[in-house]
């Protein structure tokens, strides 16, 4: 089980020495910002790193959106992160799962985001699997309930989808974590990545806001069993920069018993 933390991109690979990580997570743009990755000078010792890469979508990607002027761009700006993403070797783009607007029609957002892998299927599809995130707020989200997230994966049935499970997302988000693994896999019948965090808000709070994994409103213990259950990749997205992830990276291998 590789465990690693999101860090800044400037040197990724120095971030994950410093870290003593097995993996690690970063943006190629601003998150906040509608601007194309760049092709990076380090791709190459990227490529050829024993560390493993996984990349973060920007934040202001909402590809369910009925507002063209979003679902539009947010569309095109999926495919270039990918495409960027897969240049350096990463192992999967992770996204969060969106959501429309009060009013509108749940429905047609799921088919969004068919259309958005129709999309790219008609350039040749994702060059890399996508991973959709769970979220931790809003009442008209496509992945904050596990009954929106059983609609959503109907939508997209005829395609390859990953899934990306965050432990603070499904607290806040009103999501119990004891059994979740399982709740999650019968719709989903996957998890490709765990962000092992914790919550600053309590349950179902809809607030995202993370904490270390010995802090927060989240008993450690049912952060471990989600990360156990699952068996998969793990990244923290904890505050306390070096100090604070690598402390949490180290308490994960400890209760873990994975080798340092």
Same mark, same amino acid.
């Given at each position: 089980?590789?465990?690693?933390a ?6 990724? $690979?120095?971030e994950?020495?410093a870290?003593? @990580?097995?993996?690690?997570?970063? =943006? $190629? ?12 000078? /380090?791709? &190459? ?5 024993d #560390? ?7 934040? #202001?990607?909402?590809?369910?959106t009925l ?11 999926l $495919? *270039?992160?990918a495409?960027?993403?897969a240049? #350096? ?7 969060? *799962?969106g959501?429309?607007?009060?009013g509108?029609?749940? @429905?047609v ?21 996508i991973?959709? &995130?769970? !979220? ?8 904050r ?7 959503l994966? /109907?939508?997209l *049935?005829d395609?390859?989808?990953g =899934? ?15 059994? $979740?693994?399982? +709740? ?5 019948g +996957? ?5 092992a ?5 309590? =349950?179902?709070s ?10 927060? !409103?989240?008993?450690p213990?049912l952060?471990?069993a989600v ?6 990749p793990?990244?923290? &997205?904890?505050?306390?920069? #070096? &100090? ?5 990276i180290? =308490? ?9």
């Amino acid at each position: 089980m590789r465990i690693g933390a999101h860090v800044d991109p400037t040197d990724p $690979l120095a971030e994950a020495a410093a870290r003593d @990580a097995e993996a690690v997570q970063f =943006f $190629l743009a601003d998150p906040q910002g509608w601007k194309a990755p760049k092709p990076r000078e /380090d791709a &190459e010792r990227l490529r050829a790193a024993d #560390v493993d890469l996984y990349v973060h979508a920007p934040y #202001v990607i909402n590809v369910a959106t009925l507002n063209n002027r979003i679902r539009i761009p947010s569309r095109k700006l999926l $495919l *270039g992160h990918a495409a960027a993403a897969a240049a #350096v070797g990463a192992r999967g783009l992770i996204v969060h *799962g969106g959501h429309v607007n009060a009013g509108d029609d749940l @429905a047609v957002g799921f088919d969004n985001w068919r259309k958005t892998f129709a999309y790219a299927a008609d350039s040749g599809g994702f060059p890399l699997p996508i991973l959709i &995130e769970n !979220t931790a707020g809003g009442d008209n989200a496509c992945a904050r309930h596990l009954d929106a997230l059983g609609r959503l994966w /109907d939508a997209l *049935g005829d395609y390859e989808v990953g =899934f990306c499970l965050d432990t603070c997302h499904a607290h806040a988000g009103g999501e119990e974590l004891l059994g $979740l693994v399982d +709740r999650v896999k019968a719709i989903t019948g +996957r998890i490709d990545l765990i962000h092992a965090n914790n919550s600053k808000g309590t =349950f179902n709070s809809g607030q995202d806001r993370h904490d270390n994994l010995t802090g927060g !409103t989240i008993d450690p213990e049912l952060v471990v069993a989600v990360i156990r259950a699952a068996g998969a990749p793990v990244i923290v &997205e904890t505050p306390g920069g #070096v &100090e604070g992830q690598a402390a949490d990276i180290a =308490f994960l291998r400890g209760q873990l018993g994975a080798a340092a």
